[in-house]
T-cell receptor, first 110, second 113 residues
Framework: DAKTTQPPSMDCAEGRAANLPCNHS???????VYWYRQIHSQGPQYIIH???NNETNEMASLIITEDRKSSTLILPHATLRDTAVYYC???????????FGTGTLLAVQP | DAGVTQSPTHLIKTRGQQVTLRCSPI?????VSWYQQVLGQGPQFIFQ???????GRGNFPDRFSARQFPNYSSELNVNALLLGDSALYLC????????????FGDGTRLSIL
């Protein structure tokens, strides 16, 4: 399974867009990019996933580069409740195993 | 709709004991996975079950076992508990064993004394 690299921490001002980067240079053609976040003492929350096209839902947008070696999760208007650890995960089908790294701690500042 | 539910929410055991953790998936979901999250680290994959069959196993000793029932609920059993088994145990469910997103419960916090 491909390994991902994320910055350990990031700050964002409340109301501004939060852009969280992820590198996955060894991703294979049948692997999806998933994003989850985990707020303290809760289980990980699914945010969004994609294969090669950009994706958007009510929570966030996912931008995947053309070579698929990196992606960016965008939270358009960050709030204090978006403070969490964000995990970028690459996963293929079959067992659907998710391999979590250490993620990015996003701190939204008032 | 109810999300993934896990019981109990907290549990305290002593070394050498055995524990059973329970998980009810989202209605309609047939795949259940278990993860262990030690403090300060990301979750680590333990097992995945689909249609009552084991489809994947992580790097955990044989003291860890699981099963899935006809109603797709699941149990995780851990025997001969060690201090290092203290962790948050997470259950996740999804529709199939393909690339559908997994949805997590809030876990069982297991403390070993």
């Amino acid at each position: 399974d491909a390994k991902t690299t994320q910055p350990p921490s990031m700050d964002c001002a409340e109301g501004r867009a939060a852009n969280l980067p992820c590198n996955h240079s060894t991703i294979s053609g049948n692997e999806y990019v998933y994003w989850y976040r985990q707020i303290h003492s809760q289980g990980p929350q699914y945010i969004i996933h994609g294969l090669k096209n950009n994706e958007t839902n009510e929570m966030a947008s996912l931008i995947i580069t053309e070579d698929r070696k990196s992606s960016t999760l965008i939270l358009p208007h960050a709030t204090l409740r978006d403070t969490a650890v964000y995990y970028c995960i690459v996963s293929r089908g079959a067992t659907n195993k998710l391999i979590f790294g250490t993620g990015t701690l996003l701190a939204v500042q008032p | 709709d109810a999300g993934v539910t896990q019981s109990p929410t907290h549990l305290i055991k002593t070394r050498g004991q055995q524990v059973t953790l329970r998980c009810s998936p989202i209605s309609g979901h047939k795949s259940v996975s278990w993860y262990q999250q030690v403090l300060g680290q990301g979750p680590q994959f333990i097992f995945q079950y689909y249609e009552k069959e084991e489809r994947g196993r992580g790097n955990f000793p044989d003291r860890f076992s699981a099963r899935q029932f006809p109603n797709y609920s699941s149990e995780l059993n851990v025997n001969a508990l060690l201090l290092g088994d203290s962790a948050l145990y997470l259950c996740a469910s999804s529709f199939t064993d393909g690339n559908q997103p997994q949805h997590f419960g809030d876990g069982t916090r297991l403390s070993i004394l």
